[in-house]
C-alpha cells in the first residue's frame, strides 16, 4: 500500500475513508483558502508549467533536487493516486453529492472547457466545496464559456465514468490539502498537467493504483487494442507469441486497458501482491 494508506487510511485504501471527505476537514480555514486560491487561480498553473518545461532542461542533479521538493510539497497539499473504476464506484457509493465541473488542466493546455472533473462531497448539493466554488468570481468557473455546475446521480456520474474510460482517460483523486479528497479526475499524458508532471518529466505528484495489471496469455488474442489506450508505455506486443505483453514495473494500474480488452484476457490484482511492482509507486 501507499504511504497515504498507511498515514491516513490506518492500512486500508485511503481514499475509501469516507472521514478523507469529510466537511469538518472544511471547516480548516487555511483549506478553504488554499481551495479558492487553487480554484481561481488559472494564472498561476500556467506559470507552473512553464516552470516545468525550463525544470526539463536543467542538468540531471537540479532536476533531481528540485523534483524531491515539489514532490515533497504537492504530497502535503494537492496530490493524486490513479483509482480504478470499481473503486471510482465504491467512492461514489458513499459520497451524497457528485458534481460534475470544468478541468483547470485542460483550461490552461487546452484553452477551453473540458468537463472531466467531478467534485465529490459527503455533503448534499456539492457539501461545502460548492460554497466555497459559488463564493469565487472567476471568469473559468462563471464566464460564459463554461456551462452550469452539473448534480449528477450516482447512476449518471458512473455512466459518465465509463465514456471516459472508453475515451482512454485514467481515473484519479486528489486531495486539497492532505487527507481531505474533494475532486475525482480523467486524465491523459497529453493534457492533463499532472500526468505530464509525473509520468512526462519524472516528476511524481500522484501515486500508482493499488493495484497492477495481468494478462492471461491463454485469452489473450493477440488483437493488440490494449497498446494504443496504455498512457504509460507499459505494454508490448510479443511478435514471437503473438499476444500482449504487460511490464508490471512500469504499469499504474488504471485498467483502461481492461476496458478495451473483448476476450477479457487482462485483470487487475492487489500491487502488494505484485512482487516487481509492490514497492514501485
Ligand atoms: S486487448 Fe486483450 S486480446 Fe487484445 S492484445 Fe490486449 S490483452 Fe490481448
Ligand atoms: S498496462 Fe493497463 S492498467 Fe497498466 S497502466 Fe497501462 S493501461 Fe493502465
Not at 487555511?30 to 508549467?49: C, Q, W
Not at 455512466?159 to 471516459?164: G, K, N, T, Y
Not at 488483437?223 to 511490464?247: E, H, M, P, T, W
Not at 499504474?252 to 487487475?268: F, N
Request: aromatic residues 8%; glycine residues 8%.
Amino acid at each position: 500500500m501507499c504511504e497515504f494508506c498507511v498515514k491516513h487510511g490506518e492500512g486500508e485504501k485511503w481514499y475509501l475513508q469516507a472521514r478523507n471527505y469529510s466537511d469538518d476537514l472544511l471547516s480548516d480555514i487555511r483549506r478553504r483558502r488554499f481551495i479558492e486560491e487553487f480554484v481561481s487561480d488559472t494564472d498561476g498553473l500556467v506559470r507552473a508549467n512553464k516552470r516545468l518545461e525550463m525544470l526539463g532542461k536543467a542538468p540531471r542533479l537540479i532536476r533531481s533536487v528540485v523534483g524531491r521538493i515539489v514532490t515533497g510539497r504537492m504530497k502535503k497539499n494537492h496530490f493524486g493516486q490513479v483509482v480504478p473504476i470499481e473503486d471510482i464506484e465504491k467512492i461514489f457509493g458513499f459520497v451524497n453529492s457528485i458534481v460534475r465541473i470544468s478541468c483547470i488542466c485542460r483550461r490552461v493546455t487546452l484553452g477551453k472547457e473540458k468537463r472531466y472533473c467531478y467534485a465529490v462531497s459527503l455533503g448534499p448539493n456539492g457539501g461545502g466545496l460548492a460554497e466555497i466554488m459559488r463564493g469565487v468570481d472567476n471568469s473559468f468557473i462563471n464566464g460564459p464559456d463554461a456551462a452550469e455546475n452539473e448534480l449528477l446521480t450516482r447512476d449518471e456520474a458512473m455512466a459518465a465514468f465509463r465514456e471516459h474510460e472508453r475515451e482512454g482517460l485514467c481515473h484519479s483523486v486528489w486531495t486539497f490539502q492532505t487527507p481531505f479528497i474533494a475532486a475525482i479526475c480523467n486524465c491523459d499524458r497529453s493534457d492533463c498537467l499532472a500526468m505530464r508532471t509525473t509520468v512526462t518529466h519524472a516528476l511524481p505528484v500522484m501515486f500508482r493504483a493499488e493495484y497492477v495489471a495481468e494478462i492471461a496469455p491463454q485469452a489473450c488474442s493477440g488483437c493488440r487494442s490494449c497498446l494504443s489506450v496504455c498512457q504509460f508505455g507499459a505494454i508490448s506486443y510479443s511478435a514471437s507469441n503473438k499476444k500482449a505483453v504487460i511490464d508490471q514495473r512500469w504499469c499504474y494500474g488504471c485498467g483502461v486497458c481492461r476496458s478495451v480488452c473483448k476476450t477479457k484476457a487482462i485483470r487487475l490484482e492487489e500491487r502488494a501482491r505484485v512482487p516487481v511492482a509492490g514497492k514501485l509507486w
